[in-house]
């Protein structure tokens, strides 16, 4: 099944397809974190019941999808050694302390107030359980900065030294942790993990309007991710934007490739839309493009030279096809989140939210789209990085372990066996949760009476109350 590949591909393989298992988990329980902590606060704030019931729903869920990013995540660590043991020893003086911190700052944190947090309300009393709750949520927040300070540090390295063993030596480690892409990556993955989150609150709450499950709780949780989704999304273009501009100053061989400029443009570069990339003919085949449109993004000039791959040694060249169609499935997302938000919108403006079937429908769709866009968004980051684990310094080829290419296939084939088994069901699960949100205690009064006023339930009266209610 692998036979046509070598060692350092395939070990490429095998850590791309665990970390996309696992960071979708994280990408959801990073805002569903903070969202249930918002719960909890509008249920102190405002006294109403159905906050507490939507916190009590989604509190299970993240428990679930709390331990299978745990679990995950371990694997990745074993990789280290197993298959990237030469760029553990190299790197490893700046790359373990960074995850170690994360260990013992987030983990730790988001460990001991986790159990309060899921089974403590009767017992600590509700102050002190949203305390602990929202110490998870700032947990999660934590751990999302130690892991994107070390991956930031492999994009744009800083405050090191070489040694004599050729190994990265802390000199700075405020430089190390605070390096030249590590705020707008920070910014840019928190923003996708809360409209990650919003968008599946949204999908859950509009398939039980659609349903008319529980009317009441649904049009909540709808409500404030559609609130989540007008905000956050042109919040993201713009984060995203200032992130490319990161980009293109220290990585500019990535956004070359990202936007498929094969050639230099000095009087102005189009922005390519479409198109396929021929990496052997070294151009776009196909375009669709506007002129000039690249360099006034870019460079916020119209006329403003931009330079070409042609500037670039092949050898270092990027995978050009991978990053062009994954950085464009992640901009198209974005764009259709914040059409969804802006819809919403006009639907809040016109009374309509709760009753818009299309927009529920196109909101169920959107359910699992930033988890697409999170997946595009890193094979864009990780593969524009090539031919580099750490960008400019270390060569992937030269990170590997000294291992055969038999024994990474056939761990490469048992983790996808595993993988699909166990978190299939773990998906699964979790969505079944989603589908099950119990129906509303107290009856709507926008719903009408459910008996006319001042006749008691006889026998048929109560066999229909109980009918009405699912019982």
Same mark, same amino acid.
């Given at each position: ?84 043991? =030469? ?8 790359i373990g302390p960074?995850?170690?911190?994360? =260990? ?24 002190l359980h949203f ?39 802390? =000199? ?191 909101? =169920? ?45 056939a761990s490469l ?59």
């Amino acid at each position: 099944m692998f036979e046509s590949f070598d060692a350092t591909m395939l070990a490429r393989m095998q850590f791309a397809f665990t970390v996309s298992f696992h960071i979708i988990f994280p990408a959801f329980s990073i805002g569903l974190a903070s969202y249930l902590a918002v719960l909890e606060a509008l249920w102190l704030w405002k006294k109403d019941e159905v906050y507490l019931e939507l916190f009590n729903f989604w509190k299970t869920i993240f428990a679930v999808t709390f331990g299978m990013g745990v679990v995950s995540g371990i694997v990745m660590s074993y990789q280290f050694g197993t298959n990237w043991s =030469v760029f553990a020893d190299k790197a490893g003086p700046i790359i373990g302390p960074l995850m170690g911190y994360e =260990v013992l700052t987030a983990f730790f944190l988001e460990a001991g107030f986790l159990g309060v947090m899921l089974f403590g309300l009767n017992r600590v009393g509700p102050r002190l359980h949203f305390f602990a709750t929202t110490m998870v949520a700032i947990g999660t927040l934590i751990s999302a900065t130690w892991i994107l300070s070390a991956n930031s540090w492999m994009q744009t390295p800083a405050g090191f030294a070489m040694n004599g063993a050729g190994q990265f030596m802390p =000199v700075d480690w405020w430089a190390i942790i605070f390096n030249p892409s590590f705020p707008y990556r920070l910014v840019h993955m928190v923003l996708a993990a809360y409209l990650t989150t919003a968008f599946v609150v949204g999908a859950c709450g509009a398939w039980h309007l659609l349903r008319q499950t529980a009317p009441r709780r649904a049009r909540t949780m709808f409500s404030m991710a559609m609130w989540m989704a007008a905000i956050v999304a042109p919040i993201q273009i713009l984060a995203g934007d200032q992130h490319g501009l990161n980009t293109l100053e220290h990585q500019p061989a990535k956004v070359m490739g990202m936007e498929g400029h094969f050639e230099s443009h000095p009087d102005g570069a189009p922005l390519v839309l479409f198109g396929i990339p021929n990496s052997a003919e070294k151009r776009i085949d196909y375009a669709i493009e506007v002129p000039k449109l690249g360099s006034l993004i870019l460079k916020h000039d119209l006329d403003a030279p931009l330079a070409g791959l042609d500037t670039v040694p092949a050898e270092l060249h990027p995978p050009i096809a991978v990053i062009f169609w994954s950085f464009r499935i992640m901009v198209g997302i974005g764009l259709a989140m914040l059409g969804i938000g802006l819809w919403s919108l006009w639907c809040r403006y016109r009374g309509t939210l709760d009753s818009d079937l299309w927009l529920h429908r196109a909101a =169920v769709l959107m359910g699992p789209a930033g988890f697409v866009a999170v997946l595009a968004g890193w094979v864009t980051t990780e593969v524009g990085r090539q031919p580099y684990t750490v960008y400019g310094h270390l060569l992937t080829a030269n990170s590997v372990a000294p291992i055969e290419a038999p024994a990474v296939s056939a761990s490469l084939l048992a983790f996808i066996i595993v993988y699909f088994f166990v978190f299939g069901a773990g998906t699964f699960y979790i969505l079944r949760l989603m589908a099950r949100l119990p129906r509303d205690t107290m009856p709507e009064l926008d719903e009408g009476p459910i008996r006319a006023a001042g006749v008691a339930h006889g026998p048929a009266s109560a066999t229909s109350h109980g009918a009405h209610h699912g019982l």
